[in-house]
């Protein structure tokens, strides 16, 4: 085979491999399990990239725990109980229940 038509083949295959749909993998948008989401953490995934000082005005129906970062918090799992993550900055990084 020639240079050319090495090229060619080369060429041929990583065209079909990028042609390959991938399945994307979003946290706010997957929660399937309805006992996963006890404490309706994903209608609090809006959330995300705000201040924890947000939380100050709202009222929940479920045990709530804000966490800052770097934070000593209990090991116990309470899967209707709505964490708020803090990152360094204290902003929310992650909303889930446990």
Do not use: W
Not at 18 to 45: E, F, I, L, M
Not at 48 to 76: C, W
Request: aromatic fraction near 10%; proline fraction near 4%; glycine fraction near 6%.
């Amino acid at each position: 085979m020639k240079f050319y038509g090495k090229l060619a083949l080369i060429t041929a295959l990583v065209t079909l491999a990028a042609c390959q749909h991938g399945q994307k993998n979003s946290d706010s948008a997957a929660v399937t399990d309805p006992d996963a989401d006890r404490c309706g953490a994903s209608a609090y995934q809006n959330y995300v990239g705000q201040p924890l000082s947000a939380l100050s005005k709202l009222q929940f129906e479920h045990p709530v725990r804000a966490i800052p970062y770097n934070s000593a918090v209990t090991m116990d799992f309470n899967l209707n109980r709505l964490n708020f993550l803090g990152a360094k900055d204290n902003v929310i990084t992650r909303v889930y229940c446990g």
